[in-house]
Structures are given as structure tokens and as C-alpha cells.
């Protein structure tokens, strides 16, 4: 019995050993991440000189992805405008690769995807493995505080929305848009919204909206790869994005894959598989642009 215990003792003892050995070694040994160090041991001024030395490449890739894409000329509604006055946008945009939209339509998930037809992939970030915040001009006229050194904004100005979105709230359509065409910033968001717009009393905080998620799979139509340093991988569950004056807020999608409200309704068709007619299209448009 002694010499079991004696054996018992001696075995704890490696065991502990042999966990400390792991431990202090994983903890020595290099971890590869994305994510950068907390204790940085450069100078700022160094990490914008790296950032600049690469600046004009990568606007390079990321052009000519979005011209391999995308038709980029500039199509607009004449007799439709956002609530700002601004024309909207028309489409599609997406280039299809030797193949027309109504034969897209009469091909499976698994023949799109081995003939990599799909057009409406996972779009990247302007430089995706660096990331942050990026706005276009006519916001950072207003906030230069915005503008960033190492990028610059990527999309036409013509597909975005007006420089104020409106605001509208749909328990007090009596108030019409209570930005009153007015840039929502720090200095005048509580006067906007918790002041004359009262939308706190039907939008309050933390949510602000229903919170509903969906996951569509449209990785069954393409394959993944990497573009521009963003794996095209699987989209997963997003958020439901209201239609209430959708015509007002292009690019659609979370990371504006689709440009125009033709474009949502051509990748709806394609990865919903629903089959519509061209008038179907039409009139889908022509129903969103009135909401």
C-alpha cells in the first residue's frame, strides 16, 4: 500500500511538471495574429509612414476589383429622387460573366458556382486587413476630423445616399423629416433626437430596432477565395435591414455588395431562387421606391 501511494505521489509530481513545462512554453512561444499589439513598440509616425508606402497599391487593387465588378458610370432615376432631391441610383451594376441575367435565372446553386458566375460576392473593405471606418468626401467636407491619411473613400458618389439622410418617424409622420436636411453629428443629435424629433419615445435605447437576424447562405453559389485580403467566406447570420425609405440608404447589403435597388432584387432572385419575370423586377423596384 506504502509503495502505491509512493507511486501515486511520483506520478501528481510529473504531472504537474509536465503541465507547467506547456504552459510556460505556449506562453513564450510567437502568437500569429490579426490583431495588433497592445504595448506598440513604434512610433506612430512610423506606422503612417508604412501605411502611406502602401496607400496608392492597394487603391490600385481595390479599383480594379470594383471595376472587374461593377459597371461604374454614373445611372441615375430622372424622375426618381431620395427625400433629399438627390437622384437615385439605377442597375444593375454587377458584370455578368458570359452569361445574361434570364439564364443566371435557370441554373442551379451548384452550376453557378462551378462556372464562378455568381456576381455578388462578399465585398471587401477598401484595404480589408487594416479595416476602421471610412466616409466620402461630401461627409468629410463637413468633419475633416473623418478623413483618414492611408485611405481614401472607394465608392462613386452617385450611389450613395444624400449627405443628411432623413428622418422619419412612422408613429409621428406629422413632423416630415425631423433632420430638416441636417448633418447628424455629436453637436446635434440629442437636440434632433430626444428634442423635437421625439424619437426616443418610439426608438429607445439599446436596440433600436427588432433585432431579427437571417442567414441566406450565399456561399452555395461561389467558392471561397482570397480577394484584396478578405477570405470570401460564408456571410452568416445578418441583421434585417427596414425597408422604410430604403431608396434613401444605397449601397445595400452590410458591406454594400449591391449598389442599387435593382441589383438587391437580381441577388434576392439569384440566391432566394425565386424565379422572377422581368416585370416581377419592375414592379419590385417601383414598390420599394415608395416606401
Known amino acids: 500500500m506504502k509503495q502505491f ?20 512554453f505556449a506562453q513564450k512561444a510567437k502568437v500569429v495574429s490579426s490583431y495588433g499589439p497592445v504595448n506598440q513598440d513604434v512610433s506612430f509616425d512610423q506606422i503612417k509612414a508604412d501605411r502611406m ?10 479599383k480594379d476589383l470594383l471595376i472587374a465588378r461593377y459597371d461604374l458610370s454614373e445611372k441615375t432615376s430622372p424622375d426618381v429622387v431620395m427625400s433629399g432631391g438627390k437622384h437615385i441610383p439605377v442597375g444593375p451594376t454587377a458584370k455578368l460573366q458570359g452569361i445574361n441575367w434570364a439564364d443566371m435565372d435557370k441554373l442551379s446553386p451548384d452550376q453557378i458556382k462551378s462556372k464562378f458566375i455568381f456576381p455578388y460576392k462578399p465585398f471587401p473593405f477598401a484595404d480589408h486587413a487594416e479595416g476602421g471606418m471610412l466616409f466620402p468626401p461630401m461627409i468629410t467636407d463637413s468633419l ?3 478623413v483618414r491619411f492611408d485611405l481614401d473613400f472607394d ?42 424629433g421625439r424619437c426616443v419615445e418610439c426608438h429607445p435605447a439599446p436596440y433600436y430596432t427588432d433585432n431579427n437576424m437571417h442567414n441566406l447562405k450565399p456561399e452555395r453559389f461561389y467558392k471561397l477565395e482570397m480577394v484584396n485580403g478578405m477570405m470570401m467566406a460564408h456571410d452568416g447570420m445578418i441583421k434585417t435591414f427596414p425597408l422604410r425609405g430604403i431608396k434613401d440608404s ?20 439569384i440566391v432566394q431562387e425565386l424565379r422572377l419575370t422581368a416585370q416581377d423586377k419592375t414592379e419590385l423596384v417601383a414598390f420599394m421606391r415608395v416606401l
Open 144 to 146: 475633416p476630423r473623418l
Open 250 to 269: 444605397p449601397p445595400y447589403l452590410h458591406d454594400g455588395r449591391c449598389f442599387t435597388l435593382e441589383d438587391v432584387v437580381e441577388y434576392f432572385n
Open 5 to 24: 501511494k509512493r507511486k501515486l505521489i511520483y506520478f501528481c509530481i510529473s504531472l504537474i511538471l509536465i503541465i507547467n513545462f506547456d504552459v510556460s
Open 155 to 196: 465608392l462613386p458618389e452617385h450611389i450613395l445616399p444624400d449627405r443628411a439622410p432623413p428622418i422619419y418617424l412612422t408613429t409621428r409622420p406629422d413632423l416630415g423629416d425631423v433632420s430638416k436636411g441636417r448633418l447628424i453629428t455629436i453637436d446635434n443629435y440629442y437636440e434632433i433626437f430626444n428634442g423635437k
Open 53 to 62: 508606402k502602401v496607400k496608392a497599391e492597394r487603391a490600385k487593387e481595390h
